[in-house]
């Protein structure tokens, strides 16, 4: 590469960088805001985010830092845990976690996951964002507005007669220009967020100028701590309380960080690659690796759960980022902005983050999404649904499980519709007819491939090829060997086994009976892997 080249990369990483960094600082605020954490955290997060995972990570194009696909966990958490010093050792436990999933090389964990069960995920914490944005959006925190044990319902009904016109005001006026600022020719290339948190904090100081009764007051702005020294900016940050190693909830919520941040962080990644004008791949084993360290080191100074996050990373592409170096500084610049200008900063209204917020929860949990997936059916629909409910009504971890066991019961229940029966008519006697087994076969498809054996005419001859298969279920193997030594016997079945691999523990038929056993027209039918087991066999 020329050197002109590389000073090229330089420039547009840089200015990527900036651009990443201005969207990056009301979001970090704002999910730190949504999460119920101090707002530094959401810095750290932002800062650790950029820098270290942005080091470590194989993805050129891919920025990390604190997700709102996550707050919703961090929320609950920290009110079950009672102290966000106990939930940094969570985290911390969680970044271990998936540190370990990536040198299991568990990096395809996400490939098991329905695509329902995640969009009924992100519709749930979409709806959570904006049930806990009202309060700051309308300037009243009902308390904080952030705790578990708010009922939604009578939240809503609380703040009403508490609201604030300047808030509200501030609120409809930053939406506005989130919605529609990217629209104006030539200054539309500025990020609305920003533009958005900027007129919003001028507008607020001009109100307190004027002495207006619009005027936000302190408590509904952001607030940083403002350090005096660089040793006071150490101070800071926050430390995990190791004493509640011993805590059940406190492992919970790290096994729920590590699953949920490593599927959201995957499905990010896979998302960021096929934006890549280049093409570029990256390695799922790699990413949990930088994303557990990652995360360890936020827990350990105080800073929130991270992932990487598909909205900077595709404004990252958007701006010309090139390489890693383009998240590297927008990490800096919010280290910098943190240290150096907290006090610009604390000028930022609450309900110009809530704004933000507001707009993020209702692209997660738009309509579109929810008629999409119920024009996909009700296999996709009603696990949806269900994952959106559980979630809202208790917490992520329990609504995805519910979600997935819903999915499973609905893939179980198709795959038991799905075994066909033999349609002896296409048939005659001396016809072979040949078995391909699909190249994984699962316990779910035992009951398709049980029910097809069982099915087989008389007098026939079955050869059920394993050539291509690299994994099958014991299961399915003890089927098979049950129709070769006894069903296939009582009904003059011949039966003809081919491509077994020695660790099946299935021997295969020799060369002579192979060839003794086509003596007929040979039906081919192959076996997919969880949509149609069988060709040419019937519905029952």
């Keep these: 590469m020329s050197k002109s080249s590389v000073f090229s990369n330089i ?10 960094f201005l969207i990056a600082v009301p979001l970090c605020l704002g999910i730190a805001l949504a999460s119920g954490a101090p707002l530094f955290s959401g810095m750290i997060s932002g800062i650790v985010g950029g ?34 010093d106990v939930f940094l050792l969570a985290l911390v436990i969680g970044g271990a976690l998936q540190l370990l999933l990536g040198v299991l090389k568990a990096g395809t964990v996400a490939n098991y996951f329905p695509s329902n069960v995640i969009k009924g995920m992100l519709s749930a914490i979409g709806i959570i964002i904006i049930l806990k944005q009202l309060p700051h959006a309308f300037g009243y925190d009902a308390g904080g507005g952030m705790t578990d044990d708010d009922n939604n319902q009578m939240a809503l009904l609380s703040f009403l007669n508490h609201v604030h016109p300047g808030a509200i005001l501030i609120t409809a006026i930053s939406i506005l220009i989130i919605l529609y600022w990217s629209k104006i020719p030539k200054v539309g290339v500025i990020p609305s967020a920003l533009v958005a948190v900027i007129v919003g904090a001028g507008l607020n100081a001009l109100f307190i100028e004027m002495n207006s009764p619009l005027a ?76 557990g360290i990652g995360n360890i080191v936020s827990g350990l100074i105080g800073g929130l759960p991270i992932t990487s996050v598909i909205v900077r990373s595709s404004a990252n592409i958007n701006a010309g980022g090139k390489s890693k170096l383009a998240t590297i500084v927008h990490g800096s610049l919010l280290l910098i902005c943190t240290a150096l200008i907290p006090v610009l900063l604390n000028k930022i209204p609450l309900a110009t983050l809530a704004a933000v917020l507001l707009v993020t929860g209702y692209k997660l949990c738009k309509i579109s999404i929810f008629t999409e997936m119920f024009k996909n059916g009700k296999y996709q629909w009603i696990p949806f649904v269900v994952t959106v409910v559980a979630i809202v009504a208790t917490d992520l971890l329990i609504g995805i499980g519910l979600g997935m066991a819903v999915s499973v019961l609905f893939i179980l229940r198709g795959n038991i519709k799905s075994s066909y029966f ?25 009951a398709s491939i049980l029910l097809t054996l069982d099915h087989m005419p008389e007098n026939t001859t079955v050869i059920i090829d394993a050539g291509k298969t690299t994994y099958i279920d014991f299961d399915v193997l003890e089927s098979i060997r049950e129709f070769n030594d006894v069903k296939a016997p009582q009904k003059n079945i011949l039966v003809v086994l081919k491509g077994f ?40």
Excluded at 11 to 20: A, E, H, R, Y
């Design 51 to 84: 820098i270290i995972i942005g080091s470590l990570s194989g993805s050129q194009l891919s920025v990390s830092g604190p997700a709102a696909g996550l707050t919703a966990v961090v929320l609950t958490a920290i009110t079950k845990l009672g102290a966000f």
């Design 11 to 20: 420039k547009s990483d840089f200015s990527s960088g900036l651009v990443v």
């Design 216 to 291: 936000i007051a302190s408590s509904h702005l952001v607030s940083l701590p403002i350090p005096d020294s660089f040793g006071s900016f150490i101070g800071q940050f926050t430390t995990p309380d190791f004493s509640a190693i011993s805590n059940k909830e406190v492992w919970i919520t790290a096994g729920t960080i590590a699953i949920v941040a490593s599927v959201e962080t995957l499905l990010n990644v896979e998302a960021t690659d096929k934006l890549d004008p280049l093409k570029r791949y990256t390695s799922p084993n790699r990413e949990l690796n930088a994303q």
């Design 422 to 446: 033999f349609r002896k008519e296409k048939y005659h006697n001396g016809d072979s007819i040949r078995l391909e087994l699909a190249e994984e076969v699962s316990f779910l498809n035992k």
């Design 501 to 540: 691999k020695e660790a099946y523990k299935i021997a295969n038929t020799d060369d002579a009976g192979q060839q003794a056993a086509l003596t007929g027209k040979v039906h081919t039918i192959s076996s997919g892997n969880h949509k149609q087991l069988l060709k040419e066999l019937q519905l029952n």
